[in-house]
């Protein structure tokens, strides 16, 4: 079975710094990772996925991951970030036959 | 045009009262899925659909109970409704079954009972 850690629960950031949400994972079997964005009142939309390929992977809003397979991470970083980026952001793995499961998530505050 | 559309948003009931949330996807995708999200924000599957078919349970009371009319729709009916079930309930849709398909998301369900 997959499991998703994210180290931490909420990271504050100031308006134009760089910011990098952290995320590890622990499966047996070969993984396909995901990263989720949910603004307040709404549903998640992906921001970005690593199927196979490439370890950088680049999404919507400015954000890219890099997959470590030997440190079982899929962190999610952004060079400067806006105001309009606070929300809670989730990373997620699936694999094998289970579905996708979800880490708790990390609340994304900007700070102007 | 909302892709994936839940109702109602809001629902406000009484311990032991049943309710239904009804939702709809136009992205003509296979699979669908309800999805609890507790007050910390940890998401967990409840149910998944392939074409009708019921294919993921988890270990939900059968208080619940998922319907599927045809593969656009996922219901969700609940029985006995209890303080517990206080939470935010997500449907969800992907193309298909295979773990590299992304989900799309409705904007949620907010129950609170009382």
């Known amino acids: 079975a997959q499991s998703v850690t994210q180290l931490d629960s909420q990271v504050p950031v100031f308006e134009e710094a760089p910011v990098e949400l952290r995320c590890n994972y622990s499966?047996?079997?070969?993984?396909?990772l995901f990263w989720y964005v949910q603004y307040p009142n709404q549903g998640l939309q992906l921001l970005l996925k690593?199927?196979?390929?490439?370890?950088l992977v680049k999404g919507i809003n400015g954000f890219e991951a890099e997959f470590n397979k030997s440190q079982t991470s899929f962190h999610l970083r952004k060079p400067s970030v806006h105001i309009s980026d606070t929300a809670e952001y989730f990373c997620a793995v699936s694999g094998g036959n289970t579905p996708l499961v979800f880490g708790k998530g990390t609340r994304l505050s900007v700070i102007a | 045009d909302t892709a994936v559309s839940q109702t109602p948003k809001y629902l406000v009931t009484q311990m032991g009262n049943d309710k239904s949330i009804k939702c709809e996807q136009n992205?003509?995708?296979?699979?669908m899925y309800w999805y609890k999200q507790d007050s910390k924000k940890f998401l967990k599957i409840m149910f998944s659909?392939?074409?009708?078919?019921?294919?993921i349970n988890e270990t939900v009371p059968n208080r619940f109970s998922p319907k599927s009319p045809d593969k656009a729709h996922l219901n969700l009916h609940i029985n006995s409704l209890e303080l517990g079930d206080s939470a935010v309930y997500f449907c969800?849709?992907?193309?298909?079954?295979?773990?590299?398909?992304?989900?799309?998301f409705g904007n949620g369900t907010r129950l609170t009972v009382t």
């Open positions: 499966s047996s079997v070969s993984v396909y």
């Open positions: 969800a849709s992907s193309q298909d079954l295979a773990r590299i398909s992304p989900l799309h």
């Open positions: 992205l003509g995708h296979d699979t």
């Open positions: 690593y199927l196979s390929g490439s370890t």
């Open positions: 659909y392939n074409n009708k078919e019921l294919i």
